[in-house]
């Protein structure tokens, strides 16, 4: 979708997966497009209907946490578009992890104990459960790639004060309770996530998207154990299986290599993978919904009319 231009529009960002518009330098019209990151790159070809995915399990596990804290969201014109608040974001990303996976496992296995500043336990093996979560935290790059951080030194550099760190944590681990909770519902384990927040005057509000495949890792809680003890890999639902496939392909981000070409069977894989965690996460049958643009541009006018009144 080309960029759009909405009555009273102070300002547009085209992020890696979103285009965000800012209406009045109040609301803000985000709209999760089809494209896909790995490894803080934007991969050359679109995945059907992924927009619609993130777009819906956001909205769904926003409405489900709304009692916990403030969050940015007003309405979800269509189904790849949300309208929202527009908050003054804190310029960090706080990752929140329940097992020893991914980027966290990477560090283990290479012999380091310490990740944003938190001590890692003793003879871990991969995907274990860590004792309690753990929060490691990252800055919000511009452009290029987010870096560990730890919560000293971001109370250091001014990146939130010690009263908001003690929220923004706080908010974390609840909501990361809260999504553990409704992912065992549904016989999924979540493993780990990431939150962002932002303040309108004093208040901390969520923003951004919650507990979707690109923010999220989940494991099927079914034979879980079973694997671990038999040194198995995981069954997960989550967009890793890419960034695997892109490793595998000699792919990391690094300068110098190529993005692999990704086949039109591949495309339809990533695709259903996605579908397939919405309708394990929601618990419903995806409903595949293809907008024009110009419909998708009058539910949003039409909406932004609702909000302002």
């Known amino acids: 979708m080309k960029s759009l231009q909405f009555p009273k529009q102070t300002n547009f960002y085209r992020g890696k997966v979103r285009d965000v518009y800012t ?27 992924k927009g619609q995915v993130l777009n819906q399990i956001a909205a769904y596990m926003l409405q489900a946490t709304n009692d916990i804290c403030a969050n940015w969201l007003v309405s979800v014109p269509a189904p790849n578009v949300s309208i929202g608040k527009k908050c003054v974001p804190f310029k960090i990303e706080m990752v929140v992890r329940g097992n020893l996976t991914g980027h966290a496992w990477r560090t283990y296995a290479s012999g380091k104990r310490e990740l944003c500043g938190v001590r890692l336990p003793e003879g871990m093996k991969e995907n274990d459960y860590f004792p309690t979560p753990i929060i490691t935290p990252s800055t919000k790059a511009e452009a290029g790639h987010d870096e560990d951080i730890s919560k000293e030194e971001i109370i250091a550099k001014g990146l939130a004060s010690a009263e908001d760190w003690a929220i923004l944590e706080d908010y974390t681990l609840k909501l990361f309770a809260r999504g553990k909770e409704i992912a065992a519902r549904q ?49 997960q639902l989550s967009k890793e299986f890419v960034r695997e496939w892109l490793i595998a392909n000699n792919f990391m981000g690094k300068e110098g290599q190529t993005v692999p070409e990704m086949s039109d069977e591949w495309i339809n894989t990533i695709s259903k993978r996605y579908i397939e965690l919405y309708e394990k996460v929601i618990g419903e049958k995806f409903k595949p919904e293809a907008l024009s643009e110009e419909e998708t541009y009058n539910r949003v006018v039409k909406e932004l009319e609702k909000a302002k009144s």
Do not use: C
Request: aromatic share 14%; no cysteine.
């Open 187 to 235: 016989g999924l384990i979540l493993v780990d996530t990431k939150y962002e927040f932002g303040k309108i005057g004093n208040t901390v509000y969520l923003m951004d998207e919650i507990h979707t495949p690109d923010s999220s890792r989940y494991f099927y809680a079914d034979g879980f154990e079973e694997r671990q003890k038999s040194g198995e890999r995981q069954q």
């Open 23 to 49: 209406i009045d330098d109040q609301w803000l019209v985000m709209i999760a497009s089809d494209r896909i990151s790995a490894f803080d790159v934007i991969l050359p070809r679109p995945i059907p209907y």
